[in-house]
């Protein structure tokens, strides 16, 4: 799905760890090999030790809406999106609790999206046509993620990436905002699926979170069984889509300022977000993200909100937000200042 204009962003906020853990530090104290480091390109990132997940993406929620209409708005809906646990019990839906935080009524639909990285923006794509049809009444999605106080290891649970906390929210309208998206999209490739799946159905038993937070295992196995090309090819494949439908878009107007891929490592990012579309941008997201680490559902979100407030983007300039997560999905926003 593809070029749904008529939506603007009408808020937005994010909320940072309030550290930062310095790669040198890790490296140093042996948790990250330095061989490791220097292919991923991380300076540091991002942790929150005091705010929950949920607290932060209140934080941010707040903060948006009160920059799309004040304090009181007659939402079309409630996303939230992560990646990680809330440190509540499973049922428990963060979503409804915003909704009970935020005061909004209970005819209003909330729904909590667990759809990997790209989960905020597939959400985007879902509620689209809500707020176009209803211009008066926008959408709110809210992604937050906190792997501090849990089993999952920054620094090794995964190949070629670090995790960092953050929330964002974002208020989409479809009568007004400060920037205008261009143009919307996803693809993704199915098959990839099965880099986070274990071959067989594992029983739920006292040490379960264990084998949960080791991301390596299911990769690895899908490594062994179909190499690096297995998934580097669906994977570029969907974004080679992706990127021929946004040149094709009448919204396309030649090189956009800034593109925010994925804040993960550069071996990875270099070789499939930034080998697709580094080349539309004259400016590269990895500055800020190389700082903060990967962050969940919200790397483009935040991306964009720190070019906002320190002043890197001007009216009428554009940025590219490329996103992706597992399932496997790609998106694309194309976002214009205004």
């Known amino acids: 799905m593809a070029g749904m204009t008529g939506l603007y962003i009408a808020g937005l906020s994010t909320k940072l760890g309030r550290d930062r853990l310095p790669v040198a530090s890790a490296i140093a104290d042996g948790i990250y090999p330095r061989e ?143 920037a205008r998206i261009l143009h919307l999209a996803v693809d993704g490739a199915p098959e990839l699926e099965e880099l986070h799946r274990d071959s067989d159905f594992v029983p739920e038993g006292p040490d379960s979170w264990r084998s949960e937070y080791d991301v390596r295992r299911s990769k690895k196995a899908f490594l062994s069984a179909y190499g690096q090309d297995g998934f580097v090819r669906p994977l570029n494949a969907a974004l080679t889509r992706l990127k021929a439908d946004l040149l094709a878009s009448p919204a396309w107007n030649g090189q956009v300022e800034w593109v925010l891929t994925p804040f993960v490592g550069s071996k990875i990012r270099s070789a499939t977000y930034e080998a697709a579309f580094a080349q539309l941008g004259r400016r590269s997201g990895w500055e800020i993200g190389k700082n903060l680490g990967h962050l969940g559902t919200t790397d483009g979100w935040v991306g964009l909100e720190e070019i906002r407030r320190s002043g890197a983007i001007a009216r009428g300039e554009r940025i590219l937000i490329v996103s992706a997560g597992v399932g496997f999905s790609c998106g694309l926003a194309l976002i214009e200042m205004l």
Do not use: K
């Open 36 to 178: 490791t480091a220097e292919a991923d390109g991380y300076s540091s990132i991002a942790r929150e030790d005091t705010r929950t997940s949920y607290e932060m993406a209140l934080d941010a929620a707040r903060t948006a809406i009160a920059e799309a209409s004040g304090d009181a708005v007659d939402l079309a809906g409630l996303v939230y999106a992560s990646i990680h646990r809330h440190g509540q019990p499973r049922l428990w839906s963060p979503a409804s609790w915003l909704q009970r935080q935020l005061d909004i009524p209970g005819s209003v639909p909330v729904l909590a999206v667990q759809q990997g990285c790209n989960g905020l923006l597939q959400a985007m794509i879902a509620l689209g046509d809500t707020c176009r049809m209803q211009p008066a009444r926008p959408a709110l999605f809210v992604g937050a993620d906190r792997f501090e106080a849990s089993g999952f290891d920054r620094w090794r649970s995964d190949y070629g990436l670090l995790y960092g906390d953050a929330a964002a929210a974002v208020v989409i309208s479809g009568r007004s905002g400060f």
